[in-house]
């Protein structure tokens, strides 16, 4: 099942219009509080919480859905403390009744003590706020971090922008935060990831359909469900130039590891062919280490010319290990080859840098492409998009992403442990899977023979850079310390295999 994401301003439109349709907002307040509840039962039983559970109360509705929590939980028989931020007598709408329900004494936040408490739920301030946390908040963070209790974060830890999932001041670190409905890209987009450890999604009565109505352009959890249905699923008459070819070029003498790791991985995701353009001063190395992927020189662009000239190549990939000049030149060559039309490019590395503040040069040259996948790290977005504020300046990394791709008219993969990938049509997805250990030479590499291996057998771009993405991911996590580059493509089998078996999943 895909896993849609709204932001803060379509979540609170979601709300609206549940509630015109007829269901009170204080319905939605109980259900989100009772979720509260059920979530602080479980994290207590789990830790065996002896003492109180204390909930921090903010002025508006998240504040609300703290007092439904904490009048469930008392009425359970658990020792609970509520602790408010500004006078009682200031809470409006569903909040203040939320709060006169609840029997019990308010202390006000600066009282608070998170360190007598076994569980701490942060019901302070919700995804919308627009400003850093100061005064008695601010405070109360402080005593909280410094307390070491677990925290349950409410929507999300308090600090947070749901949107772009940045802290710019004090901030809740959460061991577990519950949302409503759908996450939000600041749940995924660190830092908020790791603020809000595990997230919990809760059905508090918002129809399918309104979300599905809200979600356009759609940003997606970058998981299973997202891309298995589409997966290729060779058919019992499938031979090597059915499954797809895919063309790798490779850099000199002393720069050819780059484009084997390509080249590996898209034949083990499944390219039924792969050939690898090598200098012909470099033939003879590359040959030592080949024996499945194929070897043809190619030292320039007229060499690419006459190797594109075989219809059956139906992926080109390129840029690590070529060096700025040759990159250009070959994509300036592939633009005018025989096919071009029908032929999907997938760029990194050097393909990227060789454009360096001359996005439009290169978004001139993927036009004629059927489809184009670019894939830079932080570094190379920043330098490909010099002279375009509206990715430099973007607000997160999920609004540069998408700004990234419409200026290219290709699929965009802005690479880092929050990876972001995004259409031209504005769909995106932000992974959900990763590990610190891909961190390591040759792994990026690795991602594009993923992603053109996956394109070369028939996948819709879209999602197969999203498998690929995943895929990539969930392979370094099943390898773990110890990684190198090599492992990942070799880690594949069984996840293909769990994946279009349906099992497993990451979502």
């Known amino acids: 099942m895909m896993q849609v994401l709204l932001d803060v301003a379509r979540t609170r439109e979601a709300d609206r219009r549940t509630i015109a349709a ?12 009772a979720a509260i509840a059920e979530a602080a039962r479980a994290m207590r039983g789990a830790r065996g919480g002896e003492g109180p559970v204390l909930v921090a109360c903010g002025p508006g509705n998240n504040g609300g859905d703290g007092f439904v929590a904490a009048r469930l939980l008392a009425e359970e028989g658990i020792a609970v403390l509520v ?17 006169a329900a609840w ?20 019901a302070l301030f919700g995804s919308g706020l627009a400003r850093p946390l100061d005064g008695p908040a601010a405070d109360f963070v402080a005593r909280l971090t410094a307390s070491g209790r677990p925290v349950l974060a409410v929507d999300v830890p308090s600090g947070l922008d749901g949107d772009t999932g940045r802290a710019d001041g004090p901030c809740v670190r959460a061991h577990e935060t519950i949302t409503f409905a759908t996450m939000k890209p600041g749940h995924l987009l660190l830092p908020g990831r790791t603020l809000c450890g595990r997230v919990r999604v809760a059905d508090i009565g918002i129809a399918a359909h309104v979300i599905e109505d809200l979600a356009r352009p759609a940003t997606f959890a970058n998981a299973e469900g997202l891309y298995r249905a589409a997966l290729p699923r060779p058919g ?9 070819h895919v063309l790798v070029l490779s850099g000199g003498i002393h ?15 499944g390219a039924g062919a792969v050939t690898l353009g090598s200098p012909r001063a470099a033939l003879l190395v590359n040959a030592t280490q080949l024996t499945a992927i194929m070897l043809r020189p190619c030292d320039d662009g007229a060499d690419l010319e006459e190797l594109l000239a075989d219809p059956r190549i139906g992926v080109l990939a390129l840029g690590p290990g070529l060096g700025r000049a040759r990159a250009r030149g070959f994509l300036e060559a592939a633009a005018r080859a025989r096919h071009a039309e029908a032929r999907a490019l997938v760029l990194d590395a050097d393909a990227l840098t060789a454009f360096e503040g001359d996005h439009a040069g290169l978004a001139s040259l993927l036009a004629g492409a059927r489809c184009a996948v670019a894939t830079p790290h932080a570094g190379e977005l920043a330098r490909l998009f010099r002279a375009c504020p509206a990715v430099h300046e973007a607000p997160s990394k999920l609004v540069a992403a998408r700004e990234a791709a419409a200026a290219l008219g290709a699929i965009v993969v802005a690479k880092g442990a929050d990876s972001v990938i995004a259409a031209p049509d504005g769909r995106a997805a932000i992974n959900a899977s990763g590990t610190p250990h891909l961190a390591t030479a040759g792994a990026g590499d690795v991602l594009a023979g993923f992603v053109a291996g996956l394109i070369a057998q028939g996948m ?6 999203a498998a690929a993405v995943d895929l990539h991911a969930r392979a370094g996590a099943s390898i773990g310390p110890g990684l190198i580059a090599e492992d990942l493509p070799e880690a594949l089998p069984r996840l293909l295999g769990e994946v279009l078996r349906g099992g497993a999943s990451s979502g």
């Open 22 to 33: 007829g269901t009170p907002g204080i319905a939605l307040m109980e259900r989100a509080g």
């Open 236 to 244: 019992p008459a499938a031979h090597k130039y059915a499954r797809g």
């Open 103 to 122: 029997r019990g004494p308010v202390l006000p936040l600066a009282d608070a003590d998170p360190a007598a408490a076994c569980l701490v739920i942060d």
């Open 460 to 465: 819709p771009p879209f999602e197969a850079t």
């Open 83 to 99: 602790a408010l931020l500004g006078p009682r007598e200031r809470l409006r709408g569903d909040a203040a009744i939320a709060a």
């Open 255 to 269: 720069e050819t590891g780059a484009a084997r790791l390509v080249a590996r991985g898209a034949l083990r995701i």
